[in-house]
C-alpha cells in the first residue's frame, strides 16, 4: 500500500543492549536478561503485547488539521469564489460553500464515509458504519483506542488517533470537493439544483475514487498509485467534474460581450490566503500524525505554492505586460493543488519544480486552452484544479523519494521512475473517465428532477435577488 496511511504498519522501536558497560555485574544483567529471554519465548508464560495507545499529539496535530481543511472552504473558498463573480451574485455564491459545506456532513454521516472506508470490495465499501453506528464501540470513559483501517484484513494499518477525528479530517475533505466544481457553474446554476446534484455526486463519484486511492483494499492503492492528499480523490474529480458542468449548462449571458468583472478582488485575496493557510491541513495533516513526514508535507506544500505563484505572475506579465492580482493567487492555489498528491512523497526540490511548472501550465488552461475549446468555466476550476490536479498526480510520479515512503513491508519506498510514472498517468485515466461520465449522467438527471440552469430572468437580475431574495447593498 502506497497510500498516505502506508506509512502506520509496522513500526517498532528498538531498544540498545542494556548490559554493556557494567563491570562486575555484568554478568548478573546477562543472566537476568537470559532469563528474561527464555520466559518470554514461552507461549504459557507470554506476556501480552501492550495494547496501543492513542498518541496524544499525533491526535492534537490532527484536531488541528481538521480545523484547517474546514476553514479552506468556509470561510476560505466562499471568499475565493465570491470575490471573483460579479456584485448581484455574491451572496449566492457565498451561500453555495456554506449550503455544501452543511449538506455534506450530513451526507458523510450518514453514507459517505463508510462507502469510501469500510473495507467492502476493491471498487467500494459497505454500510457497516452508515449513521456512524460503530464510532463509540471502543470508548470507555472518555477514552478511545487507535483507529486501524482495514482492519480484519492483511493490509491493516494501525494509526494512533481515534476514529472519530480521522472520520472529521476526512469530512472535510468530502465537503471542499463538491464546493470547488461550483467555481465552474457559478452565476447560472439553480440552488435546488446545487443541493441534488452535490448529494448524489459525493456518493457515486467521491466516494468510490476515495476509496480506490485511500482504502487499504482500493484497487488504485493496490496499483501502486500515489496520491497523499487528494490530487487524484479531491481535484481532477472536482476539475473534470467542473468541466462537464461548464459544457453542460453552457456559457453565462453575456459571455464574451458583457462585464463579467470581478467585484471585490479584495475578497479573493483573503479567500485564497485562508486556503493557502489551510492546506497545511490538508498536506501536512495527511501525515495523521505530527511527525517528520508532517513536516516534509508542509515545506514542500509552501515551496510549490510559491513557485507557481511566481511562474503564473511571470508568464502573464510576459504576455500582457501587467502581472495581476487574480492571476497570482490563482498560480499560488494552483501550485497548492499540484503538491497535494506529492506533498508526503517529494523533496523541496521535487516541489520546486512541481510549482513551476504547474504555474505556467495552469495558467495556459485557464486562459488559451479556455479560449480555444469555448467552454465558460467561469471561475476556472478545471484550469486550475483539474489542470493542476493532472500536472501534480504525473509529476509526483517523476519527483517521488523512496525514504519518505518506506515503510518495514517496503523499506525502500517508492521512487519516481517510468513505471511509477505510468502507474499514476493511469488512476488520473480512470479518474478522468469515471467521473466526467458519471458527472454527466447526474446533471441529467438533476435536470430532469429539479432543473439545472436558472432562467434568463434570474440570471439578469442576479442570483442573489432572484434566488435567495437578498443582495447588497
Avoid at 453555495?96 to 459545506?101: G, H
Avoid at 487528494?230 to 453552457?250: F, Q
Avoid at 488520473?428 to 466526467?436: A, D, F, K, R, S
Wanted: hydrophobic share 50%; proline share 3%; aromatic share 10%.
Amino acid at each position: 500500500m502506497n497510500n498516505k496511511f502506508s506509512s502506520f504498519a509496522g513500526h517498532r522501536p528498538h531498544r540498545q543492549n542494556e548490559t554493556a558497560g557494567y563491570g562486575k555485574s555484568g554478568f548478573l544483567a546477562a543472566v537476568l536478561a537470559g532469563t528474561t529471554v527464555l520466559f518470554s519465548s514461552l507461549p504459557a508464560f507470554a506476556a501480552d503485547e501492550a495494547a496501543p495507545t492513542i498518541d496524544t499529539g499525533d491526535t492534537a496535530w490532527m484536531l488541528i488539521s481538521t480545523a484547517l481543511v474546514l476553514m479552506m472552504t468556509i470561510p476560505g473558498l466562499a471568499l475565493f469564489y465570491a470575490g471573483m463573480v460579479r456584485k448581484k451574485n455574491v451572496l449566492a455564491t457565498l451561500m453555495q460553500s456554506f449550503a455544501i459545506c452543511c449538506i455534506i456532513t450530513i451526507v458523510w454521516m450518514v453514507a459517505g464515509y463508510s462507502l469510501a472506508f469500510t473495507n467492502g470490495t476493491p471498487y467500494i465499501g459497505g454500510l457497516s458504519k452508515a449513521f456512524l453506528a460503530t464510532l463509540g464501540d471502543h470508548i470507555t470513559k472518555g477514552a478511545d483506542i487507535p483507529f486501524t483501517i482495514g482492519a480484519g484484513t492483511d493490509a491493516a494499518s494501525t494509526m494512533t488517533i481515534p476514529e472519530s477525528i480521522f472520520m472529521m479530517f476526512q469530512m472535510t475533505f468530502a465537503i471542499i470537493t463538491p464546493a470547488l466544481i461550483a467555481g465552474a457553474y457559478a452565476e447560472r446554476m439553480k440552488f435546488s439544483a446545487v443541493c441534488v446534484f452535490s448529494i448524489l455526486w459525493s456518493l457515486i463519484v467521491y466516494a468510490p475514487v476515495a476509496h480506490w486511492v485511500w482504502s487499504p483494499l482500493g484497487w488504485l492503492a493496490g496499483m501502486g498509485t500515489l496520491d497523499f492528499a487528494g490530487g487524484t480523490v479531491v481535484h481532477i474529480n472536482a476539475g473534470i467534474a467542473g468541466l462537464v458542468c461548464a459544457i453542460v449548462l453552457g456559457k453565462r449571458r453575456g459571455y464574451g460581450h458583457d462585464d463579467l468583472a470581478p467585484f471585490n478582488l479584495t475578497y479573493a485575496v483573503i479567500g485564497a490566503s485562508l486556503l493557502w493557510v489551510g492546506w497545511f491541513g490538508f498536506n501536512a495533516g495527511s501525515a495523521v500524525g505530527a511527525n517528520g513526514r508532517a513536516g516534509m508535507a508542509m515545506a514542500t506544500t509552501q515551496i510549490a505554492a510559491a513557485a507557481a505563484g511566481v511562474s503564473w505572475m511571470l508568464a502573464e506579465w510576459a504576455r500582457t505586460g501587467k502581472p495581476t492580482v487574480l492571476g497570482i493567487i490563482s498560480g499560488a492555489v494552483g501550485g497548492l493543488v499540484a503538491i497535494t498528491p506529492a506533498a508526503g512523497f517529494v523533496l523541496p526540490g521535487g516541489a520546486l519544480a512541481i510549482g513551476l511548472i504547474t504555474g505556467v501550465v495552469c495558467y495556459w488552461g485557464a486562459t488559451s486552452l479556455k479560449h480555444m475549446m469555448g467552454y465558460d468555466d467561469s471561475l476556472d476550476a478545471f484550469g486550475v484544479h483539474g489542470i493542476g490536479g493532472i500536472v501534480g498526480a504525473l509529476l509526483t510520479g517523476v519527483f517521488a523519494y523512496g525514504p519518505l515512503s518506506a515503510t518495514d513491508a517496503n523499506p525502500s519506498g517508492t521512487s519516481g521512475s517510468i513505471h511509477q510514472l505510468i502507474v499514476q498517468a493511469e488512476a488520473v485515466g480512470v479518474t478522468i473517465v469515471w467521473c466526467g461520465i458519471m458527472t454527466f449522467v447526474l446533471l441529467k438527471v438533476v435536470d430532469l428532477l429539479v432543473g439545472l440552469r436558472a432562467s434568463t430572468e434570474a440570471e439578469q437580475e442576479g442570483l442573489d435577488l432572484a434566488l435567495h431574495g437578498e443582495r447588497i447593498n
